[in-house]
């Protein structure tokens, strides 16, 4: 039986370890309590702008 090659290994996953550092170096850094807070704000803004303007 002929031996397997494991081709896949390093190679493959190098692109991926390079494309995820350069993700990490760009965008909006947002704690998850913060988007927590957010939504929370959001949810009361609305009931109280339904309270204030019944459709």
Known sequence: MA???N???F???AGLMRY???ET???IKI???AVIGIAIA???IVIVAQVFFPV
């Open 3 to 5: 031996q397997k090659k």
């Open 42 to 44: 959001l949810v009361a």
């Open 31 to 33: 704690t998850p309590k």
């Open 7 to 9: 081709d896949g290994g």
């Open 11 to 13: 190679q493959s996953s």
């Open 25 to 27: 170096d760009k965008g």
């Open 20 to 22: 995820f550092d350069s």
